[in-house]
Every structure is written in structure tokens, then in C-alpha cells.
DNA sequence: AGCGTGACAGCAAGCGCTTTCTATCTAGTG
DNA sequence: CACTAGATAGAAAGCGCTTGCTGTCACGCT
């Protein structure tokens, strides 16, 4: 039913294992002989069995490439700059992989078995991007699943998730971006902030978080707790969080949120609130992603260079670059002031 | 070094044959054999051989998802949602596939070596997304890869793309979408209406700008092809587009454009030649993505059921839905009419 | 008591490819 | 002109798993 390589090595009159080496073209083969198995392969439209391949020479091209939502440009860009770089057909790189991205939607299970599952597949690498559960347990099983695969040959690489131990990392400096954001703000004259945050267990949350504390520190800013919502990384998450944050002190003069999609909803829930931005209140975002300069007005945000670091990711899980000193690599923001933030009202 | 089958069997006192069903749980199995080989499992840490199980068991739990662009949500959250029905870990489904998202970049060369590396592969289904470039070549090409595929078993589903003899398809009503988006401009009184179409060899641009042509033909507006521009769909080209047929023509009352993101490109370009949207010109996009309406003025456009039609396909590729009758199944947008269009100003 | 019948477990033959080792042939060398 | 090195090609042994076919028991029936 199926052609394999015996049929094209009949067909062409010479051994299988020369059409193997015609294929991998890592042996030296006459010029005729490849041409003729090349004929062959053409007329009976071989196409190699992968798996057995796979199998027989215990390597795959397989990468695979970790994001927690699929949906979310965040993870899209990043993910298509690691894939440029993974060599995926017609990518810069030379050979054809496989690179192959799995959403875990943030889920530690999903996480968990797409690394067995990328496993079991013997991939040549992985790539997992975004932030990371902070549950000890969780943390622990990934760390050893990472481990495991590692030890398999297969190559780990992080890409915008805390280092740790066991891979290389491409981080992003949460905590300074965060504390550059509101010190702008604090720099602008507000002292009456709110932060909407991302779900309390990501990393990601968590040092944009601290960053913002500690620039409220910094100024001698009391931090009441009550100026904190914690949310999801989505619009509608921004949006009721700011209706919940005006409820509990109106006279706020500053959101910050915990990335520019959550941003959004807070603008619309402040227009909805009939204030005006930045007249009556300020908003940041971050990540500036594609949308938010087209925000009206456009969100002032921290810049993350996802696209470089994905590229960057790519080629260092596919060994093409040399690992940073000590395995991490801190890549920081940039922050973009633009018309969402300002003075606020003389009271 | 790594733990077969066999270093499993040889631990729970059993033959390998033994193992693999009770692995693959579709043989009966005494309770206590089946115990002690899971035990055997966890103590040693074993994980299957993906490639030799594929190999020899001649089927694999791979499923492609085939995207344009995957930093694009439009593309991004079709993937999602097939990806949840294909199954992969905790999705609705059971078992455990690998779903995996290929980004093509809308190469076409990309487009078939990934079907090609699917292929070899042995891929359980595929689903493709987006629209198709028109080349007669490519297209000849592509079928011939689907009809493959499929004579080797894998399913193959379209969604958000034109039908071919070669597959099951969840197509979208591009046409009629276009069509209702341009009587709505129409009924608002505007005669002249600039256009900016995505790339041209694209069946979706096509499509959405006969929709918009009809309409015109049908209110017996003369359609100018001086007012149409075609460009890519990302927001840059829908800016630049919008400057060119200012220029062209600066009495224009109303833009429609390819998709939202080329829409929101339009608006900036708008509002940077200082017109005020909607009242001195009207802008409509196409998709409905989730950052449209928060485009100020809420962007006006066609909603397209992008999560549906992709969990729809997920389901069909997965053999737990009924293809549709004769394999076609024609999904349409729903118009949103919003802030971003209104009535031309009186002359 | 004799035997058919399930319920399990094991044997062994591959699945289609890679790769080591060997065989053959040609050409260069002293 | 015998001899060796280099260039190719082939034989065959797996890679780790699945599965059809064969046992082997322990029962329960006549």
C-alpha cells in the first residue's frame, strides 16, 4: 500500500541502505547512483516514514514550543520568532524541523503532559515561554520532567519564564519594567494608584508587582493593599477590576495594569465611568503589543522585545548560538510614554 | 541508559507483550499483573517510545493545525479552540494527542513542507485555517498533498477556508460578510467609499471584496478602482493604504477595510491627516477580534464565530462530529455596527 | 471424569529505517 | 606490475514497540 524505502531501492537497483544515505545525504554516494535513486524516490512519491526513522536513528526533529495562551499575541509573537529561528520549513535555519507549538492555557497538568508527551517523541528541543506557576509541587514536577529531558539529549530553553536550575533562560525584567512604569507615573505627580494584577500564582504577576511597590517605596508612597486587584490576563479581567478599584477609592488618579489587554478593559471601564484618559485618570499598560499604540489615547506601556527574544530562544535551543554567561539572560523593557498617561488634575 | 518496555517487564516479572497492553489497556489483563507493571512503570520512570510505537502500532496521536500567522489572534484563536477539541492534554477530548499549530507565514512553499512533515509524520488529522493563496499551481499542489494524506488515513478538515473536492470544510461567508458591512455604509447615506483589500493572490481578500463590490453594483454606485487598494493584513498596510486613497481622493466619507487590525491602521491614519471618525469618515473592519471594540470609536465590522467554527473543526477531525452535509459547511458573520460608522456630513 | 470455554500471558514476527562492518572496484604509487 | 588507499555499495543487525497466534490454566457443564 504504502511505498517505504525498499520499493524505491528496487526501483532504482541499489540497496536500501543507499537510499537512506541518498536521503541523508551524510555518506558519500556516486553522483549517478543519487540521481537515479532520486528519480525513483520522484516517480513513486516516496515519502519517509518518520517515525521509523525516528526510531532507527534515535533522533527526531521534533521541537516543541510551550505557551500559555495561543490566543494571546504575547505568546503568538514570541512563539513565531522562536519558530523562524527552530528552522520549521523555510525558516532561516537550514534543515527541516518540525517546530510545533502546544497551548497549555495555562494549565500545570496540560503543561505537564505535553512535556511527557514531547517526551515520548524524543524532541530535539523544547522551548517553554511565559510565566510560571509558582506552586512549590508544580514547580518541582516540571523541574524534573525538565531535567529528564535534558538528560535525554533533548535541549530546554526558557523564554520569558524565571530561570531556573535545570535550563537555559531568556528572562524578562518584570520587576524593573514595572518599577520604571510607576516611577514614571509617581514622576508625573500621582500618589493615589491602583494596580490590577494577573492571577496571584504567575510569576510574571508577581514581579511586575513587586517592581511596582517598590518604585511606591521608593517615593515614600504608602502601599494599601486595597489599591491591589487581582485579576486575569484578559480585557474583561481590566475591565471589572477598575470598576472594583473606583468603587473602593474614586479619587484615583493612576491604573496600572498588569499588561496592555488588561489596559484595554480599564480604559473602557473608566470611558464607561465618564472619565476621561488622561485628564481624569492615567492608565499603563505593558508589553506593548501591536494594539496598543492604537489605543486612543495610545497606552503608555513597557516595551518587551519579544520578538528578539524568541529569535534569540530559537537559536539557542537549536545550538546555533552560544548559551548566556551562567545560562540566564535578562532582557530588559523599554518604557513607551505615550498619550494614556499624564499629570493628574490639580485637586 | 533509557528504560524500555522490556526493562519494565523484566521488574513487574512479565512479558513485554504484557506491558504494552496494559499500557495500552485494550486487552484484558488480570488487576494484579496490571498493578505490578504500573508499579514498575512509576519505579522506573518509564516513558514510551513514541516513534517505535508509531512505528509498529502503524498510527500516531499527532494532529497538525496548519496557520498563516500565529502572532495573528485571528489565527490564534481558531488554533485554540481546535486544539481543545483535538484533545491534547486536559482538552474536552480524552486521550491524549499531540496537537501541534504550524506556522506557514502564508509561504507557500511553508504550507506544503509542513503538510509534507505531516505526512511523514503519519499524522492522525489536519486541519488547515485561513484563507488559501490562489495560485493554480500551489493549489494543484495542496490538493494532491490532502488527497495523499487522506488515502493514508488522516483526516483532513478546513476551516476558515475555501471548500476543495479534497476535504471536509467550515468555510466563512467572506462574500455575504462583505456584502451586509457595505449596505450598512450605503444605508448610512456614503457613496464614496475607499476599500483596502488584503494581499491579492488570497481567496479571502477576494471574496470579502466581492461581497463589497456587490453591494456597490446593487445601489448602482459606480465602482472606481482607484478606490481600492490592496495591501497586507497588518496594520501598517492598512495606514499607508489609508494615506494612498486620501490622496487619491480626500472626499472620501467612508474606509472598509480587509480586517480589524487594517482597520485600526486606517483609523490612525485617519486622525494623523486630521479627520475625525466617524463624522468625517466612517471605518469598518472585518473578524471582529477581540481589541476592536475597544478601538475608540468602537470599531464597526463583521463578527465572525471564530472559536465555533474552529471547535467544529476540531470535533470533525477527531471523528466525533458528522462531517457536514456534503462536506461543506458555509458559517456567516454577524455585522456589528458600532461607533466607528455613522452618517456622511451633509455636504 | 472428560472436555469445552473463557481468561490471561507469552512468543515471535515484524513495522521501516539507520548504520556498522565488510566487500568490491578503481586509481594512484613505487 | 603488484599493492594500497580511497570511494562506493551492500548485508545485516538492530531501534523499541505492537499484535496475531499459541499456549496454559481453572472452571463449570454434561
Redesign the interface.
Known amino acids: 500500500m504504502?511505498v517505504t524505502l525498499a520499493d524505491v531501492a528496487a526501483r532504482a537497483q541499489v540497496s536500501p541502505a543507499t537510499v537512506s544515505r541518498v536521503l541523508n545525504g551524510n555518506y558519500p554516494v556516486a553522483a549517478s547512483t543519487r540521481e537515479r535513486v532520486l528519480k525513483a524516490v520522484d516517480e513513486l512519491?516516496y515519502?519517509?516514514?518518520?517515525?521509523?526513522?525516528?526510531?532507527a536513528a534515535a533522533t527526531?526533529d521534533l521541537v516543541?514550543i510551550l505557551v500559555n495562551?495561543?490566543?494571546?499575541?504575547f505568546f503568538?509573537?514570541m512563539?513565531?520568532a522562536i519558530?523562524?529561528e527552530i528552522g520549521?520549513?523555510?525558516g532561516r535555519a537550514g534543515g527541516?524541523r518540525?517546530?510545533?507549538?502546544?497551548?497549555t492555557?495555562g494549565?500545570p497538568?496540560?503543561e505537564?503532559?505535553?512535556l511527557?508527551?514531547?517526551?515520548?517523541?524524543?524532541a530535539a528541543a523544547v522551548v517553554l515561554t511565559g510565566g510560571a506557576i509558582e506552586d512549590p509541587a508544580h514547580l518541582a514536577a516540571v523541574g524534573n520532567k525538565l531535567r529528564?529531558l535534558a538528560d535525554?539529549g533533548t535541549r530546554v530553553v526558557l523564554c520569558g519564564r524565571p530561570p531556573t536550575p535545570e535550563a537555559i533562560a531568556i528572562t524578562f525584567d518584570n520587576r524593573g519594567g514595572g518599577q520604571q512604569l510607576t516611577e514614571h507615573l509617581i514622576g508625573l505627580g500621582h500618589r493615589r494608584l491602583g494596580y490590577i494584577a494577573g492571577p496571584e500564582e504567575r510569576t510574571t504577576t508577581r514581579h511586575r508587582l513587586e517592581g511596582h511597590r517598590a518604585a511606591l517605596a521608593a517615593a515614600g508612597i504608602e502601599d494599601d493593599a486595597e489599591r491591589t486587584v487581582y485579576g486575569r490576563y484578559d480585557?474583561l479581567s481590566g475591565y471589572e477590576a477598575t470598576l472594583e478599584l473606583l468603587r473602593r477609592d474614586r479619587t484615583l488618579t493612576a491604573v496600572v495594569a498588569a499588561n496592555d489587554?488588561v489596559a484595554?478593559?480599564a480604559?473602557?471601564a473608566l470611558?464607561d465611568s465618564g472619565l476621561r484618559i488622561p485628564d481624569d485618570v492615567s492608565v499603563a499598560g505593558f508589553d506593548d503589543l501591536?494594539?496598543s499604540?492604537?489605543?486612543?489615547p495610545a497606552l503608555t506601556t513597557v516595551r518587551l522585545p519579544l520578538a528578539e527574544a524568541g529569535a534569540r530562544a530559537g537559536r539557542i535551543a537549536m545550538g546555533r548560538e552560544e548559551a548566556p554567561p551562567g545560562g540566564i539572560a535578562t532582557v530588559r523593557g523599554e518604557l513607551m510614554v505615550r498619550g494614556s498617561t499624564g499629570a493628574p488634575r490639580a485637586k
Chains 1, 2 share one sequence.
Open positions: 504504502t512519491d515519502v519517509l516514514n518518520g517515525p521509523a526513522s525516528a526510531l527526531s516543541g495562551d495561543i490566543a494571546d499575541p503568538g509573537i512563539a513565531s519558530q523562524n520549521g520549513p523555510g527541516e518540525l517546530a510545533v507549538v502546544c497551548n492555557g494549565s497538568e496540560r505537564l503532559t505535553y511527557t508527551l514531547l517526551q515520548r517523541q524524543r529528564r535525554a480585557r489587554t484595554l478593559g480604559c473602557a470611558r501591536p494594539f499604540i492604537d489605543a486612543v
